[in-house]
């Protein structure tokens, strides 16, 4: 009798700080520390071996021309997947109910993935602690703020900095429909959104994790008490979903679904149609010029440059010890019409491009509104922006694009000032 295949239609994926392969139960997962991820078509994980060939070159009529391969390490792995940027109306950090927006244990979790954003750009934990004694940590301050640089802990909001040493550790759960796959120690690398003009605004996460492992015996079954699925025994289990941040043990929580206001509630998507860009930039001696531009394609990412450390041990098969960080990056870019008259693309153009400063980010800033200026959206503020030159891009209708890098502003250097994420919903 033939075997099942197993369907990407069916996957499905979870980040926890709850390691299932490491023996924890099934009750160590509440929905305070184990999410699930919405997943589009195209995730992937895997990960690869290093190998050193070696090869036998001799004289003679019959010489030894062997070649021997051996595995000399295992790589990190290599996991990706993509999300829909989706605001969720969870937004402040009181704990109270004000205009039908609940704030479940006062934390504010604005966006459907801000775990995720929070381990990219945060060396604070998003969880702490197992079954009755987790406890959600956003960093995400009050009114759906991320702001990058350093800062204490206030009200409900847990003390971070964006410059560490190393990224936080947590654990993937793959459900590729009936086997399931454990990425140990997963670490978030990088970020981008997309936010073509014909589109829903989506992000690509990426990052590295030390090990893959299949889930079998006791460990699956564990995970699938919590998730649901066919168990090892053949039967059907129902998963235990909640959209309460409470200490329900053996649960997780719903991706997208919150509740606001006593009600259940699905968080928005965002139309990219709607998207603009507000650029600042002080030519050299002059008055500061403010651009409000209606973009046709736009883009942002954030990376870590993740790096990690393995041995390099004689007749062992080395796996990875751990990772570092390395030059945070923050970019973006974005395409427009090019159109004449002041405060538009085509003066934007020439005092960029007329700027003999071998760096402007002092005196330029990006603002990216993505979904434009009416709830549902995010707004990306950089106030310190080095713009590349911008090119043209000649079709029917001609245009330009513009790179750019985020900086620090002097008045905050060293605190990791890049940039302040704002989020806004309606319900």
Same mark, same amino acid.
């Given at each position: 009798?033939?075997?099942?295949?197993?369907? +990407?239609?069916?996957?499905?994926?979870?980040?926890?700080?709850?390691?299932?392969? %490491? #023996?924890a139960a099934s009750t160590a997962m509440t929905p305070r520390n184990t999410w699930r991820v919405?997943?589009?078509? #195209? /995730?992937?994980? @895997? +990960?690869? @071996?290093?190998?050193?060939?070696?090869?036998?070159?001799?004289? #003679?009529?019959?010489?030894?021309? @062997?070649?021997?391969?051996?595995?000399?390490?295992?790589?990190?792995?290599?996991?990706?997947?993509?999300? /829909?940027?989706?605001?969720?109306g969870v937004i402040n950090t009181d704990g109270v109910t004000v205009a039908g927006m609940d704030r479940p244990t006062g934390n504010a979790q604005p966006l459907a993935d801000w775990f995720l954003w929070q381990s990219l750009m945060s060396n604070a934990e998003w969880a702490t602690g197992t079954a009755g004694t987790s406890q959600l940590r956003s960093a995400w301050a009050n009114n %759906?703020?991320?702001?990058?640089a350093a800062r204490d802990a206030a009200a409900n909001v847990v003390a971070h900095k964006s410059n560490y040493a190393t990224a936080n550790q947590y654990h993937l759960y793959m459900k590729m429909d009936n086997i399931?796959?454990?990425?140990?120690?997963?670490?978030?690398n990088e970020a981008s959104i997309d936010a073509a003009i014909d589109g829903i605004a989506t992000t690509s996460w990426s990052g590295f994790g030390t090990n893959f492992v299949e889930l079998t015996g006791t460990p699956r079954n564990n995970f699938i008490t919590v998730v649901g699925g066919i168990d090892n025994s053949g039967s059907t289990v129902l998963g235990k979903s909640s959209i309460d941040a409470n200490v329900q043990q053996g649960a997780y929580h719903a991706w997208g679904r919150y509740n606001v206001n006593s009600t259940a509630t699905t968080a928005?998507?965002?139309?990219?149609?709607?998207?603009?860009?507000?650029?600042?930039?002080?030519?050299? !001696? !002059?008055?500061?010029?403010? /651009?409000?531009?209606a973009v046709t394609g736009l883009g942002f990412t954030y990376s870590n440059a993740l790096t990690f450390l393995t041995p390099e041990e004689l007749a062992s098969l080395n796996t990875p010890i751990g990772q570092f960080t390395g030059a945070k990056t923050i970019t973006g870019n974005f395409t427009a019409y090019l159109r004449t008259g002041d405060d538009d693309t085509a003066q934007f153009l020439r005092n960029i491009v007329n700027d003999s400063r071998t760096q402007h980010a002092q005196a330029a800033s990006a603002n990216l509104k993505i979904g434009g200026s009416t709830a549902p959206y995010v707004a990306l503020n950089?106030?310190?922006v080095q713009f590349n030159f911008p090119t043209h891009a000649v079709e029917d209708?001609? !245009?330009?694009?513009?790179?750019?890098?985020?900086?620090?502003?002097?008045?905050?250097? #060293?605190? !990791?000032?890049?940039?302040?994420?704002?989020?806004?919903a309606t319900q």
């Open positions: 009798m033939a075997t099942a295949l197993n369907l +990407q239609r069916n996957s499905e994926v979870y980040m926890s700080t709850v390691d299932l392969d %490491g #023996g919405e997943v589009l078509a #195209g /995730y992937a994980a @895997s +990960q690869s @071996s290093a190998t050193q060939d070696i090869t036998s070159m001799e004289s #003679g009529i019959t010489p030894d021309r @062997s070649t021997q391969r051996f595995n000399t390490a295992i790589n990190p792995v290599e996991w990706s997947f993509q999300t /829909y940027l989706r605001p969720t %759906g703020t991320f702001v990058l399931v796959y454990q990425v140990k120690s997963a670490s978030v928005a998507f965002i139309k990219n149609r709607l998207s603009s860009v507000v650029v600042t930039h002080t030519p050299s !001696g !002059g008055a500061q010029d403010t /651009y409000t531009l950089m106030p310190a209708i001609i !245009g330009i694009s513009v790179e750019f890098l985020a900086q620090e502003a002097s008045a905050t250097k #060293g605190t !990791g000032s890049e940039i302040t994420m704002f989020v806004s």
